[in-house]
């Protein structure tokens, strides 16, 4: 179409008045030459200004892309991790503009969530691991896939309205319908997909590196189970932005675990947690427990695991320490009681949420845990807080 390209240019000025990035996927071939490759991401940059590329890095040169000057400015995002054997005087340096976007996030969280044997340890490393010398991003739905509300409500894809026999879009989507394929008016199985959908969404947003959200899923936007709608151009690849009284719930839920991580800066360190106590402060930066404090159970058929995050850790402002939290995953089909670890300076503990509560949302005010068990709930995460005496609250 005519001036099509100084249409682009007045929406991505647009979106950046809003306060609001745009990052351009760049799928190039292998008989392009890798210096073409290079010019094309720098006249993108400069003519409209995008913020960043997505690269394929099996084919675009990585070590030319992490080194160039200009694209140092704009974030790089890859479908894997980067390789880059890159030596500075003795020193590996952090390119904190290149991002591990990959699926590995996503298919182990999904997997663990639904309580597949075999992934808590594989959650263990992709929740607490940062990426070396580059940025991580963390996400459990994206544009190529089920929406959030789809994952727990089709077990299956149904990719038919797009003519290809439902032989396109992806056929592994770790998904789980709870029971019933599609929408359902039983009140039982909606709180069973919310919760599940909770659960999911604490487990990206807590996780070390950068969460990202896929527009729509806070106000529970469905493609009827179409994993694939790229191709519709109609209410099914839409997002219903209106959908605000079903979905007013969950989107509370959601803006309050966004402003509680941003709260909490032990839930985004720099630098990798180590599993140590380097401060000598009696408790390490992160540790994992089973349902006994401090023995965590790695067997294969193992589905409970809690977290607990050390507050003196936290690296935003050291200044002034963090909260300690401890997170329980129970992803058993049946409850379980946890031990509450004891560690230096606490009371106890304090109810952060309990996603097997109707409405659960975060509330950092919650009831006081007594004892040292609580009983969590089938499918469920429940976070605490460390209480402190006053004497030891900075």
Known sequence: PENCDLELKKMILE???????????????ESVNQTMMIDCLHYWAVSYHVDGFWINTDVVPQKLVATDPYLAELKILAPKAFDINYDYDGKVPRFSNLVDYSESFETVARRFIKGDEGYLTKFISAFAKQSGIQAKVNYV????????NDLYTYDVKHNEGNGENNKDGREENYSWNCGFEGEVRTNKVKALREKMMKNLMLSMFLAQGVPMLLSGDECLNSQDGNNNAYCQDNQLGWVDWKNKKSSENFREFIKGVIAFRKAHPIFSNPAELRSM??????????SFHGTKAW??????????????????YAQKNRASRDDSFYIAFNMHWEEHSFDLPRIPASTGWQLVINTNEKDARINEDGEHVMGRTFMVPPRSVVIFKASMSPKDIA
């Open 277 to 286: 106590d380097y401060l000598s402060c009696g408790c390490p930066d992160i």
């Open 295 to 312: 023995y965590p159970d790695f067997s294969n058929y193992s589905r409970c695991l809690g977290v607990l995050l050390c507050g003196e």
């Open 15 to 29: 979106l950046h008045r809003n306060d609001i990035e745009v990052i351009i996927q760049m799928n190039f071939n």
């Open 141 to 148: 739905t994206d544009y190529n896939g089920f929406t959030l």
